[in-house]
């Protein structure tokens, strides 16, 4: 069983959920292929060496080609994110990025209430 997050992995782990959302929001929709690419979640390693990072994207059904998109891109991010927050960590943690399908699954289960 997982050991419960520590303050300081919660604290740092929502700065890095602000910060990145700021990042992929000013790069705009059009990158990401005209989809809403949100950071819905971060979770970080004890040692803040690696970060989850959740993302919900819409529309849903795009969320392949964006999720190869943010793969690609993914030590750009790491690097605009390192200038950010460069004054509060020593390192920048990994990123590696996984879609939150939570929204789809409360959507599906609305729709099956609906039967």
Request: glycine content about 4%; proline content about 4%; aromatic content about 6%.
């Amino acid at each position: 069983m997982d050991k419960p997050a520590s303050t300081r992995q919660l604290k740092v782990a929502r700065e890095i959920q602000r910060d990145l959302s700021e990042i992929i929001r000013s790069k705009g929709m059009a990158v990401y292929g005209g989809c809403m690419v949100t950071v819905s979640e971060v979770r970080i390693s004890p040692d803040l060496s690696i970060a989850k990072v959740f993302v919900s994207i819409f529309p849903s059904d795009r969320a392949p080609q964006v999720m190869r998109i943010l793969e690609d891109d993914k030590r750009a991010l790491r690097g605009e994110l390192g200038r950010k927050v460069a004054s509060q960590l020593r390192i920048v943690p990994e990123l590696d990025f996984y879609l939150d399908t939570t929204l789809d699954y409360a959507e599906h289960i609305e729709e099956l209430l609906r039967k």
